[in-house]
């Protein structure tokens, strides 16, 4: 690992850190559980990237063996946020749906551009390279929903979930600018698409820091909410149903 990319790595650590004490001391844990584990794995697979920096076989292996890692979790942080912020429509089981099927549909493109991109690589690199891009693509396309969302109903932006999503997508936005300048210009830029990731990276948990380092107004995440409770709208929901089954019961006896 060059020094550069050292200095990087260590700057990115020693924010995660920060982050994962305010979490601790916030007790932010409880409330956003994947986020906080993505957050903790993150400062050991660092670490666990700087104990082979020498060793350039062991570390390409460790490297995307924790960047799967690094998606997985990041999955799971975004999905977490998704269900926190849209809790309501999980009333419905078509709604369980929507996550899944979006990963799905954006895996396939994924691995198309993957294997256009990096068609001389190993198989398992496309395959590593192509979660990390999935993932990338649903955390920016939840933050476009949240934008929208605000922009429609008018939510305050100053919230812990929107704050996740925000750093996520800009994180994406770093990975992005390092796999189209690759595809575009192989190795022409290749110290702006090699350092580009870390720098967005740093940025984003600089983002995540300001967010959490603030107080949140109670009524912050509230605002996402409609006006009635989960437990109330499931409750009209099951009273329009029995309406309707006794409406026609009445049409058949008749």
């Known amino acids: 690992?060059?020094?550069?990319?050292?200095?990087?790595?260590?700057?990115?650590?020693?924010?995660?850190?920060?982050?994962?004490?305010?979490?601790?001391?916030?007790r932010l844990y409880g409330r956003f559980p994947y986020f906080f584990l993505y957050l903790v794995a993150a400062t050991i697979m660092t670490a666990a990237r700087l104990a082979f920096k020498d060793d350039y076989l062991t570390f390409f292996k460790v490297f995307?063996?924790?960047?799967?890692?690094?998606?997985?979790?990041a999955l799971l942080a975004v999905h977490e946020v998704f269900r926190r912020v849209f809790a309501l429509f999980y009333l419905f089981?078509?709604?369980?749906?929507?996550?899944?099927?979006?990963?799905v549909v954006i895996?396939?493109?994924?691995?198309?551009?993957?294997?256009?991109?990096?068609?001389?690589?190993p198989q398992l690199v496309k395959l590593v390279v192509a979660v990390g891009m999935t993932a990338k693509y649903v955390e920016a396309g939840l933050f476009v929903v949240f934008v929208l969302l605000a922009s429609l109903l008018g939510v305050t932006w100053r919230s812990y979930a929107f704050g996740i999503v925000q750093g996520f997508a800009l994180s994406?936005?770093?990975?992005?600018?390092?796999?189209?300048?690759?595809?575009?210009?192989?190795?022409?830029?290749?110290?702006?698409?090699?350092?580009?990731?870390?720098?967005?990276?740093?940025?984003?948990?600089v983002l995540w820091l300001a967010t959490f380092l603030r107080d949140e107004s109670p009524a912050a995440e509230q605002r996402w909410i409609l006006a009635?409770?989960?437990?109330?709208?499931?409750?009209?929901?099951?009273?329009?149903?029995?309406?309707?089954?006794?409406?026609f019961n009445k049409r058949d006896g008749t």
């Open 1 to 26: 690992m060059q020094t550069p990319g050292l200095i990087l790595s260590l700057t990115a650590a020693g924010l995660v850190i920060w982050l994962v004490i305010v979490f601790l001391y916030r």
């Open 228 to 247: 009635v409770t989960p437990d109330e709208l499931l409750a009209e929901i099951k009273r329009h149903t029995v309406l309707l089954r006794r409406f």
């Open 93 to 103: 089981w078509w709604f369980w749906l929507v996550f899944p099927s979006a990963v």
């Open 172 to 205: 994406a936005l770093g990975a992005w600018f390092a796999y189209g300048v690759r595809s575009e210009f192989g190795n022409k830029f290749t110290t702006f698409a090699t350092y580009s990731p870390a720098v967005a990276y740093i940025l984003t948990v």
């Open 107 to 121: 895996v396939f493109i994924t691995f198309a551009n993957a294997a256009h991109t990096l068609a001389q690589a």
């Open 64 to 73: 995307w063996a924790t960047e799967a890692v690094y998606a997985l979790l």
